[in-house]
C-alpha cells in the first residue's frame, strides 16, 4: 500500500512540474528559473517511478496481471 502511495505521489509531483513549466512559458519573464529545470524534474520523476515499480516488481510487493487481455 505504501509503494502506491508514492506512486501516488510521485505522478502529482509530476503534474505539478508540468504546469509549474507551462505557466513559465506563458508568461515568458526573464527573472524567472528557465523552464528546462521544472521539464527535468518531470523527466527524473518519471524515470524514478519506473524503476520504483520495476523495483517492487521484482521484490514481489507488486504483483503484475498475469492475463492482460
Not at 527573472?31 to 520495476?54: D, E, H, Q, Y
Amino acid at each position: 500500500m505504501l509503494i502506491k502511495i508514492l506512486v501516488g505521489g510521485l505522478l502529482l509531483f509530476m503534474v505539478f512540474n508540468l504546469f509549474k513549466a507551462m505557466m513559465i512559458m506563458l508568461k515568458d519573464d526573464p527573472n524567472s528559473p528557465p523552464m528546462s529545470k521544472f521539464i527535468g524534474r518531470r523527466v527524473l520523476t518519471s524515470a524514478i517511478i519506473v524503476g520504483l515499480i520495476l523495483l517492487a516488481v521484482a521484490t514481489g510487493l507488486i504483483v503484475p496481471n498475469p492475463t492482460p487481455h
